[in-house]
């Protein structure tokens, strides 16, 4: 079974500064990888997703997120983070099938607090 | 503009009593999917469905149940064998026959157990 992992339960950067999640996975083969933001008492709106190809991705809102099959990853990065980043952020891994980008599997979640 | 729609926005329930939580989604999905959401342990999968009539476990099935009677709705029904239903509920549908895309989640629903 996959599994993920979000080392980081909460971080906290001052606004204008660089950010980086760290998302780690177990899967046998390759994972379809997803970044979902959450604001409080919100549903999840999709950041950005990774299939197969290019492992550097973008995402909306000036996120991008590396995929790297040899450490497990697939980090989450900001150059510069503005007070609206301010949310909770999940790393999800889908398997392939019919149901592959709906049936996920969450890791816990970072929380980022932005600093003025 | 196309979405899901997950109601009510906050429900309180009665302990020993069983509660239906509602989700419509117009994206014409025929996946779709219920997820528990409990602070620091992320989303957990309740139930699935990948088609009208067609539902899974997931991973937490155990006091929850759900119904696929119409491609654009998936109620869940929290029975009262649910020992600890509190929670923030996550309705969620993706489309299986398209590639490369991924789920869209409703807004939630809070439960409340008083």
């Known amino acids: 079974a996959q599994s993920v992992t979000q080392p980081d339960i909460h971080i906290t950067v001052s606004e204008g500064a660089s950010l980086e999640l760290r998302c780690n996975y177990s899967?046998?083969?390759?994972?379809?990888l997803f970044w979902y933001v959450q604001s409080p008492g919100q549903g999840l709106q999709l950041l950005l997703k990774y299939f197969s190809g290019d492992t550097l991705v973008q995402g909306i809102k000036g996120f991008e997120a590396e995929f790297k099959r040899s450490q497990s990853s697939f980090n989450l990065r900001k150059p510069s983070v503005h007070w609206s980043d301010a949310a909770e952020y999940f790393c999800?891994?889908?398997?392939?099938?019919?149901?592959?980008?709906?049936?996920?599997?969450f890791g816990q979640g970072t929380i980022l607090t932005v600093h003025p | 503009d196309g979405g899901i729609t997950q109601s009510p926005k906050y429900l309180f329930r009665k302990e020993g009593q069983n509660v239906t939580l509602s989700c419509e989604q117009n994206?014409?999905?025929?996946?779709m999917y219920w997820y528990r959401q409990d602070p620091g342990q992320g989303l957990r999968l309740i139930y699935y469905?990948?088609?009208?009539?067609?539902?899974q476990k997931g991973d937490i099935a155990e006091g929850y149940s759900v119904s696929r009677e119409k491609k654009e709705s998936f109620p869940l029904t929290v029975t009262s064998a649910q020992k600890n239903p509190t929670a923030f509920y996550l309705c969620?549908?993706?489309?299986?026959?398209?590639?490369?895309?991924?789920?869209?989640f409703g807004q939630g629903t809070r439960l409340t157990v008083v």
């Open positions: 969620a549908s993706s489309d299986p026959y398209r590639d490369r895309t991924e789920a869209f």
């Open positions: 999800a891994v889908g398997v392939a099938g019919g149901t592959s980008y709906g049936k996920l599997t």
């Open positions: 899967y046998g083969a390759t994972p379809y």
């Open positions: 469905s990948q088609i009208v009539n067609d539902f």
């Open positions: 994206l014409n999905h025929d996946a």
